[in-house]
């Protein structure tokens, strides 16, 4: 069985259209869950859409992979299109403990984006290994 260690859907685009990541995590989430394939380590789908719907998919991929280490989402206009980020995004990172960078660069994320993310960090049952946090 082949393994997938790395994913990158860096501007992916359809029909000159950044790519909707929700489908992207949901398909994610059940290739790793459902084939066995746990072995994904380095996601980057920098300057796709991430819409609100992208945050519960991903928040389910996080919370049920054991082996991500590098989640890049820059410049996926999450400012911009997310007002806030959701409470299962934030506990999916919290209880995430193999993902060590986060890079969020070029999101023009406001205060309660920040306000959230500070979450991981001092959640009691916090396990995020989050040592490389890219908010530029």
Known sequence: MATMVEYSSSCC?????PVQLQPV???LNDLLCYTGNRFLKHLCVKGNSYDSGSNDSLAEMLASNRTLTDLNLSSCKLGEHVTELSMNFIHALCI??????LKLKNN???????TALSQVFSHPTQLSRI???DLR
């Open 13 to 17: 685009c359809v029909n000159t259209l």
């Open 96 to 101: 995430n403990s193999t993902l060590t960078s």
């Open 108 to 114: 023009r994320l406001g205060d309660a984006h920040i």
């Open 25 to 27: 995590f949901l398909i």
């Open 131 to 133: 040592s490389k946090l």
